[in-house]
């Protein structure tokens, strides 16, 4: 078995990181970074998405596990106290795994520059300076809507709870093959019409933004701003890939969601 270990640099992480390369190294577990069949991020949500763009490339061979060194994440399941546990379960229970849908972004471009190709796990958005972004949006080729506002957001199921809540998007349990898409700020008065609401869309479908023509568009992949002149549209679908998670702790979903965002109300 051969793991990596990807913490945030916090001194707390790094030595909960420590803490665990011993543990599994005491079980002859090999440390790996280059080719690893686990990924365990030390830190927080942030972490676990910076672990995700990390190990992109392998998503097919690498199961992805998180301990948290703060408050409960979305992506977290570990404690810092629950290491020896974590490593046992490792061993035990190494073929378990629940995989959830991650979102493909292809950025094309005006001067004919070749797209350009990302995965996101939580969300990405697109925004424009400090002017109103003015897109066309396309579900599978066909208008949908002329959006103008702030920007838009497309979501992931496990990236639902995060950005796209924030801006009114719906929190869809992770096992629901879809993407969502969220208006940001939208400009809506007897001229200007957009649906206002956010939408989810399927398997079989996908969103296209196609943008006027400007050069100060952003595009967010997680965490990661892109920020290049010449787009013309973001095109964004369900990936091919998914994220694996391995001895995932199949904490309720909604109860997760309680937790973190109502709790116990008194
Ligand atoms: P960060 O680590 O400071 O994360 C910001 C907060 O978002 C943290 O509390 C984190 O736990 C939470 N978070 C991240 N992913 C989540 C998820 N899937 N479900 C619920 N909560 C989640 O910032 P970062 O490292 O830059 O992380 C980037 C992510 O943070 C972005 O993908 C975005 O979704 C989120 N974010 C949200 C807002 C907002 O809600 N207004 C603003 C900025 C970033």
């Known amino acids: 078995m051969k793991v990596a270990i990807v913490n945030n ?10 803490r665990l390369m011993e543990l599994l190294l005491d079980e002859k577990i090999k440390i790996d970074e280059n080719t690893p069949e686990f990924v365990i991020s030390v830190g927080g949500d942030g972490t676990l998405l910076k672990a ?3 190990y992109q490339h392998r998503l097919s061979e690498v199961k992805f596990l998180g301990v948290h060194t703060g408050h409960l994440g979305f992506y977290t399941d570990w404690r810092d ?8 379960s490792l061993k035990e229970n190494r073929a378990n795994s629940v995989s959830y849908p991650i979102l493909d972004v292809q950025i094309g471009f005006r001067d004919g520059t070749k797209s350009k190709h990302y995965l996101a796990l939580n969300e990405s958005t697109i ?5 109103t972004l003015v897109g066309d949006v396309l579900i599978s080729d066909e208008l949908f809507e002329r959006f103008r506002g702030d920007g838009l957001s497309i979501s992931t199921p496990t990236g639902s709870t995060a950005y796209n809540k924030s801006v009114g998007g719906a929190v869809i349990h992770p096992s629901i093959k879809a993407i969502q898409l969220a208006e940001i700020a939208s400009l809506n008065n007897r001229v200007f019409r957009t649906l206002g609401s956010p939408i989810v869309i399927g398997q079989n479908e996908w969103v296209k933004v196609a943008l006027q023509e400007s050069d100060d568009y952003a595009v967010m992949i997680d965490q990661l701003e892109i920020k290049a002149e010449n787009i013309s549209s973001v095109c964004y679908r369900i990936a091919s890939e998914e994220i694996h998670f391995a001895s995932y702790r199949h904490t309720h979903f909604w109860n997760r969601v309680k937790d973190a965002f109502i709790g116990d109300g008194e």
């Open 81 to 88: 106290f629950e290491l020896e546990e974590l490593v046992a």
């Open 52 to 54: 995700f763009h990390n």
């Open 9 to 18: 640099g916090e001194e707390n992480s790094v030595r909960v990181a420590k």
């Open 127 to 131: 925004r424009r300076g400090s002017r």
